[in-house]
C-alpha cells in the first residue's frame, strides 16, 4: 500500500533547501515543554506551535508569563502570526492559544481525531451538553496527508498516533515537529496508556517518521534531562534517532517495543497536570465556561482515572 502523506513529506524536504524555515524555540522548565515560533523569513509569516498558558495547581492562579514572550518575539520580528499549531490534546501543560489568537490572531488548528478526545474526555469530565464534541472549538481540523503553507513554505500533516490517538506531526519545510510521539534518543518514547493510545500504534507511527530522509531535523515537544545530560535540548535528525534512540533504534521489533512501551508505562505515575490539562486542551486551551456565581472551575473527578 502506498503511503502517500509520507512520499509527499519525503518530497517536501527534498524540496526544502531552497527554501528553511526560521525556528525559535522557547523551554518552559516548569512543564518541561517547548513552543516553537516558525517563520518564512522571505514573507516573514509565522506559526506558533505547542504554546503554554501557565497554571498553578496550587493556587488555582492562571498567568501568561510564557505566552508573552512569544508575543514579545513575534513583535520584535514583525512577523505576522497565520497559525496556532497543536500536535495534540496535551496532559502535561495547559495551551494558550487563544491568548496568542487575540493578541497576535491566526487560525487554532489540531488533528481530525480531537473528536475522540472530546468525547471520552467530555464523558469523563461531564462537561454537559454546552461542550461540543465535533471539533468545533478548534478553526481547522487537520487530516492525514493534509497540506497548507506558512507564508512561501509547505507544510505536510502527518497522523500518528499511539501517544493520543490524535496525535499530528508538522513537516515544515525540511523540519517535522512530532508533538510527544518520541523524544531525544536519550531519552526514548512517549508514554501510550492514555485512552486511546496503543503502544502498537506509536511504534508504527515512529518507524513512519523514520522513514523521512536521514538529515531531516526533528523538534521535541519535551525534554526531561535524562541522567548524564546536563542540558536541555530539543532538536535531532531522523539519523540519530535512528541510530540511538533508546526505545526505537533501527533492530528493535515492533513485538520488542510493545513489551518494553507497555512493561515500563506501568510504572509511571500519571502528569501532574493531566486533569486540568485536557480540561482546557480538549476546548482548544478554552477554559470552561463560567458557573453562575461567575467564577471558572476545572473538575477533579474521584476515582476515574
Known sequence: MVDSPLMQATEQISQAQKNIPVIKAFFDPATYTVTYVVHDLGTRCAAIIDSVFDFDPASGRTSFESADKVIEYVREQE?????????????????????????????????????????????????????????????????DGDSFKIGSIDVTVMHVPGHTPACIAYVVGDAVFVGDTMFMPDYGTARADFPGGDARQLYRSMRRILSLPDTTRLFMCHDYLPEGRTEYVWETTVAEERKHNIHAHDGVTEDEFVKMRTERDKTLDMPRLILPSVQVNMRAGHLPPAEDNGVRYLKVPLNAV
Not at 98 to 126: D, R, S, W
Not at 131 to 138: A, E, K, P, V
Open 79 to 143: 512577523l505576522t502570526v497565520e497559525w496556532l499549531l497543536e500536535t495534540h490534546a496535551h496532559a502535561d501543560h495547559l495551551s494558550a492559544a487563544p491568548y496568542l489568537q487575540e493578541k497576535l490572531g491566526g487560525k487554532i488548528a489540531i488533528g481530525e481525531h480531537i473528536v475522540t478526545v472530546q468525547t471520552v474526555f467530555g464523558k469523563l469530565f461531564n462537561a454537559g451538553t454546552e461542550f461540543q464534541r465535533d471539533g468545533s472549538d478548534f478553526d481547522r481540523l487537520f487530516a
